[in-house]
């Protein structure tokens, strides 16, 4: 593969890839990671595949197996630290301006999905997968990513409803005590 080709892919699916590596690890610095260490395996055994226009879905696979990959091996690994949760944090000044707030809540609301649910979602909704690629992807049964996607959404609505209600029950409270302070 020429340079110019393997730059074209990685311009092409850089992004996606980073979003998804995102979702899984909540970290910017292992997504970072995960997407890179996925293209230097495609560097080094991409030529490998018969069909270029299969390097997405083969690259989705690659980064989701890495990320396990690595998840076993800090699983083992018995002496590494959770990093605080201020150091997941995305800064703000790195969130896209022009996102709406839904957009927000619906991402940070898919942060709290399940890791076995949130995989086939984030491949399904923001990375456009179909059924057949998220199955080839996270090496499960068609089957097992309707079961997945449909869990994952009943799970999403949950959150979503819940971050509402947040929202409103903060509004309620207030309200109700007006009431009673005039009563």
């Known amino acids: 593969m020429s340079n110019k080709a393997f730059t074209q892919l990685v311009d092409a699916h850089y992004a996606p890839l980073y979003r998804f590596a995102l979702s899984l690890a909540h970290n910017q610095a292992d997504a970072g990671d995960l997407v890179q260490q996925t293209f230097y395996i495609w560097a080094t055994k991409g030529h490998a595949l018969r069909e270029f226009a299969k390097a997405k879905s083969w690259l989705f696979t690659t980064l989701y197996r890495e990320f396990l990959r690595v998840k076993r091996r800090e699983n083992r690994a018995t002496s590494i630290e959770d990093l605080p949760p201020g150091e ?13 707030l839904d957009a927000m809540t619906v991402m940070e609301s898919l942060q709290t999905v ?7 979602l984030t491949l399904f909704y923001p990375e456009e997968l179909s059924y057949q690629e998220i199955a080839e992807t996270l090496g499960v049964p068609i089957g097992t990513v309707m079961s997945r996607l449909s869990r994952g959404k009943a799970q999403l609505r949950s959150e979503l409803k819940k971050a509402e209600n947040g929202v409103s029950a ?5 309200d109700q005590d007006r009431k009673t302070q005039t009563s």
């Open 170 to 174: 903060q509004v309620v409270p207030f």
């Open 114 to 120: 399940d890791d076995l649910f949130r995989a086939p």
């Open 88 to 100: 997941q944090d995305i800064p703000a000044e790195e969130i896209d301006r022009t996102t709406k």
